[in-house]
């Protein structure tokens, strides 16, 4: 059975568009002489479409969206994802279903029988799930029909096995639509527990997965295909749009693929790039966007990121040079505009600075300093002058801010919280710095001195960021029990050297910060753990684990 793969990149509510993608796909998939082709997980909608669903006519004018590319099954059976009503009665109860085409109508339809309602994932409350299991017949052959959710049996220990189920009823072929977020190192993860899934039933299976971003989520692809014996026969690219044709038989003599997975760093770089990509363009956001360079490391991997995402000509850094400015970071600025190919402009704050010192006075008496107010003022006037630039050239302001600063709210709002997307909200401290070196591999692009020198907020004379934080290893260890592994500060393993209180400390800092994440732009999901629609914590609370 030749299986034509289309791993596609559809854009949330753009319902015609959508279709389009599935036209070509159906148009290219007959070319090549492919007995079907399959296409992600709500491929028409696009996924998530959250509260879309029940926003009136969306469900309507995808369903249009469906029918029409009916009459195309007549050369090819097309099997796709799409929101189905449960019933004609219930027109508000939906079903997030795998959908068969085939000569010219809705031939078949399986619902998702795994709902997922953790972390980014709130299916639950649109959908409702199947009960039963039931083959389809393409042509001759026998083929089960699964969503995203349902592969994932041994993983997250569902009882139920869809895919067993469908073995079992004589699938010939499974197949599973996806739209599966991606996070770091993910991708092995996924496919081994796709071939595991083929191998434990001894029934081929093919894993047709979304690619893009999404808001926040980003898909990376990676669709594949096993045999019966679990062996990878096919992978298509990750983080771009792909088609293979897939030539399956149930007992098939081929030889599996061999699979190099990209290292942890470009892992990160690829899907933020395209991350920001897809943020630009399913928004419509053309003259790009502008960062606040302060010659420190995390500005200039966001500019980085920024110019491989949207080309340097769409990049603008603003260097806003301020009382405690060092000469070398405002040489770091201008020699990374230079490397990067971007164009830099310098607005001294000096002036404002030095007005808002005369009103401090007036309101607070005269002072030698006014302390965390005087400091934060400095990145207020930065957000102010990077949000007027915003507001005067249309372009998209994106924070540079890191998850370890975010974690801990060494951060200041209104200041250097501002903007429409939060590039490395969710990369630590030690992930930056390997953005940065890996970017310099090939050639400069991250200045020297940038890399070097101890990061710095420069907000007051002789500043450095462990006047006020642990060593950055230190903090990265911890947050990453405390955020990812959601561990309390009992049960976190202290770095060597370091004492319980210490990790007391940082966990409380974390708690005590989320009404600045609340606050925070869009963070581009690359960990398991996010700050965003995946972390839902109270700003108020009192919970003190015992």
Known sequence: MRVAIAQVNPSVGDLRENRRLVEQAVDRAASAGADLVALPEMVLTGYPPMDLLERHGFVRDQLRELDALAPLSRELPIVLGAVVPVDDTHPQQLMNAAVLLADGRRAAVRPKSHLPSYDVFDEKRFFRGAKTRETVSIGSHRVGLTVCEDAWVETLG????????????????????????????????????????????????????????????????????????????????????????????????????????????????????????????????????????????????????????????????????????????????????????????????????????????????????????????????????????????????????NKSELSVGYCTLYGDMVGGLAVLGDAYKRDVYALARNANADGPRIPAGSIEKPPSAELAAGQVDSDDLPPYEVLDAILEQAVEGRLSAAEITPPAGVSSKVVRDIVARVDRNEYKRRQAPLVLRTSPKAFGMGRRLPIVHRYQPG
């Open 158 to 401: 569902y009882a139920v096995d869809p895919t067993g189920e469908l073995a079992g009823a004589g699938a010939e072929l499974v197949l599973n639509l996806s739209a599966s977020p991606w996070h770091v190192d993910k991708g092995a993860d996924r496919r081994n527990m796709l071939a595991d899934l083929a191998r434990r039933h001894q029934v081929p299976l093919v894993f047709v997965n979304q690619v893009g971003g999404n808001d926040e989520l980003i898909f990376d692809g990676a669709s594949l295909a096993c045999d019966a014996r679990g062996q990878v026969l096919a992978q298509l690219a990750h983080f771009q749009e792909d088609f293979r044709v897939v030539d399956i038989e149930a007992n098939p003599a081929l030889s599996a693929t061999s699979i190099e997975d990209l290292p942890h760093v470009e892992q990160l770089e690829a899907g933020l790039v395209l991350g920001i990509r897809d943020y630009f363009r399913k928004q419509g956001l053309p003259p790009g966007a502008v960062v606040g360079l302060s010659g420190g490391i995390d500005s200039a991997v966001t500019a980085h990121l920024a110019a491989r995402a949207l080309g340097p000509e769409r990049v603008l850094g603003i260097l806003m040079p301020g009382p405690f400015s060092s000469e070398h970071s405002v040489s770091d600025a201008e020699e990374l505009g230079r490397l990067l190919g971007i164009e830099v402009r310098q607005a001294p704050i000096g002036p404002i600075y030095q007005s808002f010192q005369v009103l401090f006075a007036a309101l607070f008496g005269e002072r030698e300093d006014y302390g965390l107010a005087q400091q934060n003022i400095q990145a207020r006037i930065r957000g102010a002058i990077l949000m007027a630039v915003s507001n005067a050239e249309n372009r998209l302001v994106l924070a540079t801010g």
